[in-house]
């Protein structure tokens, strides 16, 4: 078992920052990608951006060049560095943690959700 636990949302401006983190418990060694998913109201939840145990990073078009996922694994935490946010961000944010099992599948872990505001 993973548990997740999500800090650091908030309200904030149109050309704000936020950080988000997320820190990881439980069998935090059988975890490989770690990401931030987000879900506007009345959308479905997509990726914003993952990160492997090795530092490789995948992100959303949306948010290149805006968003930065990093990662500590001697603390099983990751985090989003999140700047010139718009109102387009708006959403709860959701730490996910994706456990390899046999065959290719994965398993993966969710945090509770964060909200992050951001006011035009």
């Known amino acids: 078992q993973v548990q997740l636990v999500e800090s650091g949302g908030g309200l904030v401006q149109a050309g704000g920052s936020l950080r988000l983190s997320c820190a990881a418990s439980?069998?935090?060694?059988?975890?490989?990608?770690m990401g931030w998913y987000r879900q506007a109201p009345g959308k479905q939840r997509e990726l914003v951006a993952s990160i492997t145990k090795g530092g490789s990073t995948n992100y959303a078009d949306s948010v290149k060049g805006r968003f930065t996922i990093s990662r500590d694994n001697a603390v099983a935490t990751v985090y989003l560095q999140m700047a010139i946010l718009k109102p387009e961000d708006t959403a709860v944010y959701y730490c996910?943690?994706?456990?390899?099992?046999?065959?290719?599948?994965?398993?993966?872990?969710w945090g509770q959700g964060t909200q992050v505001t951001v006011s035009s």
């Open positions: 439980g069998r935090i060694n059988t975890i490989n990608t």
């Open positions: 996910n943690a994706g456990v390899p099992l046999a065959f290719g599948r994965v398993y993966d872990y």
